[in-house]
């Protein structure tokens, strides 16, 4: 099969490569849509050990079963594959499960290909009517999903009361946003650099989108009962401190630098509750992919789509800042 394979620092090569084996309550699913995470990026530009190359990236999926019983249903994949019988799988927490594996990482090759083996259990039915790109969306707005979850319960008043700013508008953001507003959430803020992306933000639904660069721009400092961090570097660590209100939270979902920019000494002089949230748990999953299909998260119409073998080029585009897109879903 065709496959887009990173094979080192900035550089993918599409190759041919075999099939992927399919274990005992595995699926063989063609894929017809993937989108480029954040974490991909991170593994193409060198910075994730996790993910050594030679290794087919790309979680972020959608497609047919292919064989078996379910030969030609139409599916969204839950990337996060768990063991099933430890204490946090067992409590309904399987994404702190402590064997997890997710494929784009060894040793589960992922879905930058034509095919992708994963477990039954692993898959949700797509309808007729949804999109492809609308289904490979599933897995990064459950990121949002969990994230909305465990800052509701932390709130102090109900979403419908707070100020909500999102520092990021990538898909991990502009998710976590539209589930905001789906959940009733009515002052949404939206920061992102690229002024590009900052017009797509604006049509993607009733959000108040600024420029971080802007001293004069955004809500005030202190003001903002709940900060979703949806890229994670040192400034934004830094910026969500700064925003969040006295008693606020702030909720961490983006993996871009590993350390720095907290302000602990005012966040522990003002109870201010810091939440860092990994994937979700497969409830979530079902949750955001239902959403997703009875459109009550937007039109997801942000998104832009390229061939598999344009990969290399999107991954430079996204690397140089040149897409205004919050998310590019690749087709094989």
Known sequence: MKALVYTGP?????????????????????????????????????????RPAPLILGHEAAGIVVGGPGDGRRVTINPLVTCGVCPACIGGRANLCP???????????GAFAEYVAIPERNVVTV???VSWTAAALA??????????????????APLAAARCLVLGGGAIGMGAAQV??????????IADTNADRRGVLERAGEFRVFDPGDPVAGPEAGGCDLVVDAAGFEATRAASTRAVTPGGV???????????????????????????????TPTDFRDTAAALFEGRLGALDWVEERPLG??????????????AAPKIILRP
């Not at 064997?99 to 090759?109: G, N, V």
């Not at 009733?184 to 803020?189: D, F, S, T, V, Y």
């Not at 983006?254 to 810091?274: K, N, W």
């Open 10 to 50: 900035e550089a993918l090569q599409i190759q041919d490569v075999p099939e992927p084996q399919v274990s005992s309550g595995d699926l063989l699913v063609r894929i017809l849509a993937v989108g480029i995470c954040g974490s991909d990026m991170h593994a193409y530009l060198g910075h994730d050990e996790r």
């Open 99 to 109: 064997t997890r594996q997710i494929i784009s990482m060894p040793p589960r090759e």
């Open 127 to 129: 309808p007729d009517d």
């Open 139 to 156: 897995e990064p707005v459950a990121c949002g999903w969990h994230a909305v979850g465990l800052a509701e319960r932390a709130l102090a």
């Open 180 to 189: 905001l507003a789906a959940r009733g959430a009515r002052e949404i803020w």
């Open 250 to 280: 702030v909720v961490h979902i983006g993996l871009g630098s590993a350390a720095g920019g907290l302000d602990v000494r005012r966040m522990t002089l003002q109870e201010i509750t810091f939440i860092g949230t990994y994937t979700y």
């Open 310 to 323: 344009d990969g290399p080029a999107a991954f430079g585009d996204i690397h140089g800042g040149r897409v």
